[in-house]
């Protein structure tokens, strides 16, 4: 099994010349052989005559040039033609003729260019053969040049047909590649919405609150450490985003960061002066798939946008792990300073609602009674990145 799939690809790996030479042969060899003589095919009714010299020539100008017939499937056809209608004047009647069916669907089905002139010359090659066939001939009814006129047209139909459908196939193809990439450059999109809005916006905080703090040296050092902190987390998460667009990605550490993660987060707010109450409820699965990155993502955004619109109002995590899904709820109380209620682009909380679709979850956010904002998130588990 092994010696005969080595041999098959080998073979594959062949020019398509070479891979189509033994056919050609083949015909040719027993185009040559006394006891298929006058068993080709018969056009115009001539009488069978016995092979000469140009039996030969017109043997091997219908058998040879199958070797090309991909390659250059015009060629093929031209000198396939041009044997065919020795063959038949003369009346040999080779086993060889079968070959201009095959070159004709060949052509059909290969060629590229001049398809349109290919087919008005060879309809007047075959008016010219046919007029010269009748003429020698014993007068055959018209109706039987029409009958094999026909079928020549109904192979090169069925070469053209072949050829569209494999373009078809080749331009869903393309179609399906390009989804999928734009699908990728929209999740990376994504992620570094995601990575750069919350870390940007946590140092900003942290930046405008250290102005206020010079006549407080070590709450100053502890704010612009939390900057210096923030930065280089921002870094480690953009190589991770990076990483994906390297063809090596894969062999390094996995890119979905564990929920366990969210306490970071949550630290890191809190250092940015946003009050953070986080609860944590179950014990996370062994695998969860894509639902451990949602749900840290929802937490991301979410805590983000309390920083920009609720800055310094209470603010509660709670992420609980079921059997089957991750429940993660993040809401403001409205007592902070910045905008009534998220505003913006609305990218953030939308993108974050079509990850949460995908997996087959349920995604709400808006204000809350009393004021303030929540968000929600049902994520089902084990779902595949």
């Given at each position: 099994?092994?010696?005969?799939?080595?041999?098959?690809?080998?073979?594959?790996?062949?020019?398509?010349?070479?891979r189509?030479?033994?056919?050609?042969?083949?015909?040719?060899v027993?185009?040559?052989?006394?006891?298929?003589?006058?068993?080709?095919?018969?056009?115009?009714?001539?009488?069978?005559?016995?092979?000469?010299a140009?039996?030969?020539?017109?043997?091997?100008?219908?058998?040879?040039?199958?070797?090309?017939?991909?390659?250059?499937?015009?060629?093929?056809?031209?000198?396939?033609?041009?044997?065919?209608?020795?063959?038949?004047?003369?009346?040999?009647?080779?086993?060889?003729?079968?070959?201009?069916?095959?070159?004709?669907?060949?052509?059909?089905?290969?060629?590229?260019?001049?398809?349109?002139?290919?087919?008005?010359?060879?309809?007047v090659a075959?008016?010219?053969?046919?007029?010269?066939?009748?003429?020698?001939?014993?007068?055959?009814?018209?109706?039987?040049?029409v009958?094999?006129?026909?079928?020549?047209?109904?192979?090169?139909?069925?070469?053209?047909?072949?050829?569209?459908?494999?373009?078809?196939?080749?331009?869903?193809?393309?179609?399906?590649?390009?989804?999928?990439?734009?699908?990728?450059?929209?999740?990376?999109?994504r992620?570094?919405?995601?990575?750069?809005?919350?870390?940007?916006?946590?140092?900003?905080?942290?930046?405008?609150?250290?102005?206020?703090l010079?006549?407080?040296?070590?709450?100053?050092?502890?704010?612009?450490?939390?900057?210096?902190?923030?930065?280089?987390?921002?870094?480690?998460?953009?190589?991770?985003?990076?990483?994906?667009?390297n063809?090596?990605?894969?062999?390094?550490?996995?890119r979905?960061?564990?929920?366990?993660?969210?306490?970071?987060?949550?630290?890191?707010t809190?250092?940015?002066?946003?009050?953070?109450?986080?609860?944590?409820?179950?014990?996370?699965?062994a695998?969860?798939?894509?639902?451990?990155?949602?749900?840290?993502?929802?937490?991301?955004?979410?805590?983000?946008?309390?920083?920009?619109?609720?800055?310094?109002?209470?603010?509660?995590?709670?992420?609980?792990?079921?059997?089957?899904?991750?429940?993660?709820?993040?809401?403001?109380?409205?007592?902070?300073?910045?905008?009534?209620?998220?505003?913006?682009?609305?990218?953030?909380?939308?993108?974050?609602?079509?990850?949460?679709?995908?997996?087959?979850?349920?995604?709400?956010?808006?204000?809350?009674?009393?004021?303030?904002?929540?968000?929600?998130?049902?994520?089902?588990?084990?779902?595949?990145?």
């Open positions: 099994m092994i010696d005969s799939r080595r041999a098959l690809g080998l073979w594959r790996r062949l020019d398509v010349t070479v189509d030479l033994p056919l050609g042969l083949l015909f040719l027993a185009s040559l052989l006394p006891s298929l003589q006058g068993h080709g095919t018969e056009f115009g009714g001539l009488p069978t005559r016995p092979a000469d140009l039996a030969g020539v017109a043997a091997v100008l219908q058998c040879v040039p199958i070797a090309v017939r991909r390659r250059w499937p015009l060629v093929c056809l031209a000198l396939v033609s041009a044997g065919f209608a020795l063959d038949q004047i003369r009346g040999y009647h080779l086993f060889a003729g079968t070959m201009l069916p095959i070159a004709l669907l060949s052509a059909g089905m290969h060629l590229e260019r001049h398809r349109r002139a290919t087919v008005i010359g060879g309809t075959f008016a010219a053969l046919s007029a010269e066939m009748y003429r020698r001939g014993p007068g055959e009814a018209v109706v039987e040049f009958a094999f006129y026909l079928t020549l047209a109904l192979v090169w139909g069925i070469g053209a047909w072949m050829r569209s459908a494999r373009a078809a196939e080749a331009d869903r193809r393309r179609r399906v590649a390009e989804d999928a990439r734009n699908a990728e450059r929209a999740r990376i999109a992620e570094l919405h995601d990575v750069v809005t919350h870390h940007v916006t946590a140092m900003v905080v942290q930046s405008e609150a250290a102005r206020y010079t006549a407080a040296p070590e709450r100053l050092d502890e704010t612009l450490a939390g900057v210096s902190d923030t930065g280089r987390r921002a870094i480690t998460d953009l190589r991770h985003l990076l990483d994906l667009l063809p090596d990605h894969g062999t390094a550490e996995p979905t960061p564990p929920v366990g993660r969210v306490l970071t987060l949550v630290e890191q809190r250092r940015a002066g946003q009050p953070v109450e986080f609860t944590e409820e179950g014990t996370p699965a695998s969860t798939g894509s639902s451990d990155l949602v749900a840290y993502r929802v937490v991301q955004e979410a805590l983000t946008n309390a920083l920009k619109y609720d800055h310094g109002g209470n603010t509660s995590v709670l992420v609980r792990h079921g059997e089957r899904e991750i429940t993660v709820e993040v809401g403001t109380d409205g007592s902070g300073t910045g905008a009534a209620s998220p505003g913006g682009s609305g990218r953030g909380l939308a993108g974050l609602k079509e990850r949460v679709d995908v997996l087959g979850g349920q995604f709400s956010a808006g204000r809350r009674d009393g004021g303030g904002f929540v968000v929600r998130a049902r994520i089902p588990g084990g779902s595949v990145a």
